[in-house]
């Protein structure tokens, strides 16, 4: 069965930590994403990436970065957390094959105080 | 820009009661479409999808959707929906081959059992 896993499903950091977000996927799947995802604006793409050690900006990539060393892990990185990213944080993987189904991880929600 | 349109935040149905949620997107050219379902604490996971042939497709738990080209729209429906039902439903468009889904901002039925 297919499963994405995320390192933690609540998070609570004060302004200014650096905060890590960690995503496993066991499908062998080439690409990986990290979305955020708030109230009355669903899901936006903050990165993608397409390979090991690729990555690409999505729709809101500032005040992010992400690291993808091993095709099964795709962290998102907050170098310096801020009271706006308060949110919902969903990792997906997919396979290029068909460019289909995006399978999504439980989520991991944070709160910075 | 591209971007995908629910047209309602929240729906509130009785059980048996049909549904229909709208779903509009802005892309031009081919795409493939989708729905998504989120239940209550758990993951985001695919309803049903649309990539080529017959317009109206078939998924899980009874749903339905049907693509009208013309109309640029993806509308969802069940004949009689059900408590289980009760969730929030997100319409996303990609182009074939793209590495980017636009997500709508969702719709959360509640069903009243």
């Known amino acids: 069965d297919v499963k994405v896993t995320q390192s933690s499903r609540y998070l609570v950091k004060r302004t200014g930590e650096k905060v890590f977000l960690e995503c496993v996927q066991d499908?062998?799947?080439?690409?990986m994403f990290w979305y955020r995802q708030d109230p009355g604006l669903g899901l936006r793409l903050i990165y993608f990436?397409?390979?090991?050690?690729?990555?690409e900006k999505g729709d809101i990539p500032e005040g992010y970065s992400v690291s993808r060393e091993k095709k099964e892990r795709f962290s998102l990185i907050l170098e310096s957390a801020s009271t706006n990213q308060t949110s919902m944080y969903l990792c997906?993987?997919?396979?290029?094959?068909?460019?289909?189904?995006?399978?999504f991880g439980p989520g991991t929600r944070l709160l910075v105080l | 820009a591209q971007s995908v349109s629910q047209h309602n935040h929240h729906v509130i149905l009785s059980e048996a009661a049909s549904l229909e949620l709208g779903c509009n997107y802005s892309?031009?050219?081919?795409?493939?479409l989708f729905w998504y379902v989120q239940y209550p604490g758990q993951h985001l996971q695919l309803l049903l999808k649309?990539?080529?042939?017959?317009?109206l497709v078939k998924g899980i738990k009874g749903f339905e959707a049907e693509f009208i080209k013309s109309k640029f729209s993806f509308n969802l429906r069940k004949p009689s929906v059900q408590w289980s039902d009760t969730a929030e439903y997100f319409c996303?468009?990609?182009?074939?081959?793209?590495?980017?889904?636009?997500f709508g901002a969702g719709t959360r039925l509640f069903v009243k059992a």
């Open positions: 892309y031009g050219g081919t795409v493939n």
């Open positions: 649309y990539f080529s042939g017959d317009p």
């Open positions: 499908m062998d799947h080439e690409n």
């Open positions: 997906a993987s997919r396979s290029t094959s068909g460019w289909e189904t995006q399978y």
């Open positions: 990436s397409y390979d090991v050690k690729m990555k």
């Open positions: 996303a468009v990609n182009r074939p081959g793209g590495f980017k889904t636009i």
